[in-house]
C-alpha cells in the first residue's frame, strides 16, 4: 500500500500538518503506457518509424522521446490522439503551488491588429486527463479527471465528443483543391463525429506522407474526449497565415515552457460532474489533442508534446495505514465512503477539517471499527484515534 509521510504537531490544541520533504525523485516521465495518436500531418514523423513496425515499437519510440529531460517531441495527430504516462513516484498536490509542467512546442507570434488583446501565434491545446494510483496496483485503472482549464465553462466546449477517422485506400487518386493550392489530397483521411458532421482531413503539399497512422490495427479509430472551441484564424484569408490563439490556462502545447502558463495545478481536476477531485497527487497523466480544426498550409491543429516535469519532486506522496507505529490501522485512504479503524486500545475516533473544525466523532472499540463518512464531502481531513493524528482524503 502506498504511504503518505507528514510532519505532524499540536498546537494550540489543532493539529497541523505538512508534507515532509524526502529526498529528491524523478522530476519526468518515467515510462509511456500508451501512444494512441490520431492522423495528422506528423504521423510516421514524430516518432519517425518503419511502416512496417507494430504499435509497441512506435510505443518504444515514444517512450524514448518523452522519457527523463530529452523533451523530444511527439505528436498527438488531430483531435482525440493522445498518449498516457507514468511517474516513479506520485506528483504531490501541493496547495497554492503549480504541480507539474508539461512541455510542447508553442510559441508566440506578434498579435495582428484583428487579434488585438489576444496571446498565440502557434499554440495547439491538448486536454489534460490525471489519475491517482488509488488502488495500488501500478497500473491506469482508477478514476480519470479532466484538468479544468480556462475554457472548461466555455459554450462551445463540446464534451463527450466523438470522432472516427477511416484508413485511407492507399490506391486512391488523390483529389485536387485548386481553392487550395497548398493542398495534396483534398479527401485524405475521412472522418465522421457523433454530432452527424463528416470531412476530410487533406494532405498537404509540405508533408506529403500518409497521415494515417500505419501501425495501427483495422480501418478505422475512434476517439472520444473534450473538444475545445476552434482557436486558428486566417489573417491573410488566403489559406498561408493562421494565427492560433493561447488558451489561458490548464492546456498542454498551449504556452511557450519558459512561461508559468505551462504549468498545472492538481486542485483543477475535476469529476464527470464538474465537481473537485480532491487528489492527493497523480500518478497517470494523459493528454488529448482538444481541437478539431484544419488550419491551411500548417495543417490540422495537432497538440505535440514534449516531455513533463513534477515542479516539487522533492515531495512525497504515498499512503501509510500505520504512521505513527501505534497499532491502529485507518484503511482505505483514500477512501470513498466507509473507513475501517483498528485498534488495539478502543476509545474514540474524530474526524477534523484542516482549519480543526471537529465534523465527527464516534467511539470505537478494539477490533475492527467501520466508519461511515459517506456525509462528509469530498475532501482532505484530520483524523484522531487515542493519541495519533493523521490527514485522511475522502472522494
Known amino acids: ?132 494510483d488509488a488502488n495500488g496496483n501500478g497500473l491506469p485503472d482508477d478514476e480519470w479527471y479532466e484538468i479544468a482549464g480556462s475554457e472548461s465553462d466555455n459554450p462551445l466546449s463540446t464534451r463527450d465528443y466523438s470522432i472516427t477517422y477511416y484508413r485511407p485506400d492507399p490506391n486512391k487518386e488523390p483529389v485536387k483543391d485548386t481553392s487550395r493550392p497548398y493542398v495534396l489530397d483534398a479527401e485524405h483521411v475521412r472522418w465522421t463525429d457523433n454530432q452527424g458532421n463528416e470531412g476530410f482531413i487533406p494532405s498537404t503539399r509540405i508533408h506529403q506522407q500518409n497521415h494515417y497512422p500505419e501501425w495501427t490495427e483495422g480501418d478505422r479509430l475512434t476517439f472520444t474526449g473534450t473538444r475545445l472551441p476552434d482557436n486558428a484564424f486566417d489573417i491573410a484569408d488566403n489559406g498561408k497565415f493562421y494565427f492560433l490563439i493561447a488558451y489561458d490556462y490548464g492546456y498542454a502545447d498551449c504556452h511557450p515552457n519558459d512561461n508559468d502558463r505551462s504549468n498545472i495545478k492538481i486542485d483543477w481536476a475535476v469529476d464527470r460532474n464538474g465537481n473537485p477531485a480532491h487528489l492527493p497527487g497523480v500518478d497517470f497523466i494523459r493528454i488529448h489533442t482538444g481541437i478539431h480544426q484544419f488550419n491551411g498550409q500548417i495543417g490540422e491543429c495537432s497538440t505535440e508534446v514534449a516531455g513533463i516535469e513534477d ?53 470505537v472499540s478494539i477490533g475492527r471499527n467501520v466508519l461511515d463518512l459517506s456525509h462528509l464531502p469530498s475532501g482532505v481531513y484530520l483524523m484522531r484515534t487515542g493519541s495519533s493524528v493523521r490527514k485522511i482524503v475522502k472522494y
Open 311 to 363: 515542479l516539487h519532486p522533492e515531495v512525497m506522496v504515498s499512503i501509510d495505514s500505520n504512521p505513527t507505529g501505534s497499532g491502529d490501522r485507518i484503511y482505505p485512504n483514500p477512501f470513498v465512503s466507509e473507513l475501517c479503524v483498528e485498534t488495539e486500545e478502543g476509545g474514540a475516533a474524530e474526524v477534523f477539517t484542516l482549519s480543526g473544525h471537529r465534523v465527527y466523532q464516534t467511539p
Open 1 to 132: 500500500m502506498k504511504k503518505i509521510y507528514f510532519v505532524g504537531m499540536v498546537t494550540c490544541g489543532l493539529p497541523f500538518f505538512g508534507f515532509q520533504p524526502l529526498s529528491a525523485q524523478n522530476a519526468f516521465i518515467s515510462k509511456v503506457i500508451e501512444f494512441r495518436p490520431a492522423p495528422g500531418q506528423f504521423m510516421q514523423i514524430l516518432p519517425e518509424h518503419d511502416p512496417s513496425e507494430s504499435a509497441e515499437s512506435v510505443r518504444i519510440k515514444a517512450e524514448a522521446a518523452l522519457v527523463g529531460n530529452s523533451f523530444d517531441v511527439v505528436s498527438l495527430g488531430g483531435f482525440g490522439g493522445y498518449v498516457t504516462v507514468g511517474f516513479d513516484h506520485t506528483i504531490a498536490n501541493v496547495a497554492g503551488s503549480y504541480d507539474f509542467k508539461v512541455r510542447g512546442n508553442a510559441f508566440y507570434d506578434p498579435t495582428p491588429d484583428a487579434l488585438e488583446g489576444k496571446v498565440g501565434g502557434s499554440a495547439e491545446p491538448g486536454v489534460i486527463w490525471v489519475s491517482y
